[in-house]
C-alpha cells in the first residue's frame, strides 16, 4: 500500500540554520501530498502542499517541492526561527474507497530551534 | 464555528472505565475523521465518516472502539474497558473536500 517515509529526528537547529527534513513516499499513480506542522500542546495544521509533479508548496518561508522522479517531497527552509520548533509530518492521502480519503502520515520529525 | 472543536482536552481514567471523547467539527464540513497520536506509533486512522454514508471503521483497534456521528454534525469517540495501551492523544479532523482536513487540538486520554 501506499506509504511515506520520513526523517525521524529530533532535529536541533541554531537560529537562522537552514533546515532539509526528508520525506519519500510510495504510492500507486501521483497522489497530493502534504506537510503538516503540530506546535507545542495543539493540533495539526496545514503547512503546505503539492498537487501534482513539480509542483512547490509554500508558506511561511517553508518549500517542498513534489520530485516524482525521486518519489520525494523535501521539506526546506532557509532561515529558521525560534518559533518554527515543533513536529512536522509528511503526508499523502489514500482514496479507500466510498469516497474516503485517509491520510497516511510519516512518524513526525521534531524540530527544536535555539536562540 | 470557526475550528475543529474537542473536549475533553485531557481526560485522565483509571484502567477498565469508560470514556467519551467528542469532536464538534467545522460547521458544513461532511467529512469527520478521527486519529490517534501515540507515541512510538506516530498517526494512525480510526475511522471516518462522511455525509449520511456507513462509516469506514477500517482503523478501529479493537471491538471496545466504537464512534458515532449524530446529525452529520458532532462525533464521539467511545472507549470502552480502558486499558493502558489507550493511552495517546485522540485527534479530529473535519474536511469539506475530502483532502484538506482541519485538525482539533486533541484529546490527551491517560490510562492509570
Known amino acids: 500500500g501506499d506509504s511515506v517515509t520520513q526523517m525521524e529526528g529530533p532535529v536541533t537547529l541554531s537560529e537562522e540554520a537552514c533546515l532539509t527534513i526528508?520525506?519519500?513516499?510510495?504510492?500507486?499513480?501521483?497522489?497530493?501530498l502534504f506537510w503538516y506542522v503540530q506546535y507545542p500542546g495543539e493540533g495539526l495544521q496545514l503547512l503546505l502542499k503539492?498537487?501534482?509533479?513539480?509542483d512547490k508548496g509554500s508558506n511561511k518561508g517553508f518549500e517542498a517541492t513534489y520530485r516524482k522522479e525521486t518519489t520525494s517531497f523535501h521539506l526546506e527552509k532557509g532561515s529558521v526561527q525560534v518559533s518554527d520548533s515543533a513536529v512536522y509530518f509528511c503526508?499523502?492521502?489514500?482514496?479507500?474507497?466510498?469516497?474516503?480519503?485517509?491520510?497516511?502520515f510519516g512518524k513526525g520529525t521534531k524540530l527544536s530551534v535555539i536562540p | 464555528g470557526a475550528g475543529v472543536s474537542q473536549s475533553p482536552s485531557n481526560k485522565v481514567t483509571e484502567k477498565g472505565k469508560d470514556v467519551e471523547l467528542r469532536c464538534d467539527p467545522i460547521?458544513?464540513?461532511?467529512?469527520l475523521y478521527w486519529y490517534r497520536q501515540s507515541l512510538g506509533q506516530g498517526l494512525e486512522f480510526l475511522i471516518y465518516?462522511?455525509?449520511?454514508?456507513?462509516?469506514?471503521k477500517s482503523g478501529l483497534p479493537s471491538d471496545r472502539f466504537s464512534a458515532e456521528r449524530t446529525g452529520g454534525s458532532v462525533s464521539t469517540l467511545t472507549i470502552q474497558r480502558t486499558q493502558q495501551e489507550d493511552s495517546a492523544v485522540y485527534l479530529c479532523?473535519?474536511?469539506?473536500?475530502?483532502?484538506?482536513?482541519?485538525f482539533g487540538s486533541g484529546t490527551r486520554l491517560t490510562v492509570v
Open positions: 479532523a473535519s474536511s469539506s473536500t475530502g483532502r484538506a482536513y482541519t
Open positions: 526528508n520525506c519519500t513516499y510510495t504510492a500507486t499513480g501521483y497522489p497530493s
Open positions: 503539492a498537487t501534482k509533479a513539480d
Open positions: 503526508a499523502l492521502p489514500q482514496y479507500s474507497g466510498a469516497g474516503s480519503y485517509q491520510l497516511t
Open positions: 460547521s458544513g464540513h461532511t467529512a
Open positions: 465518516f462522511q455525509g449520511n454514508s456507513a462509516p469506514d
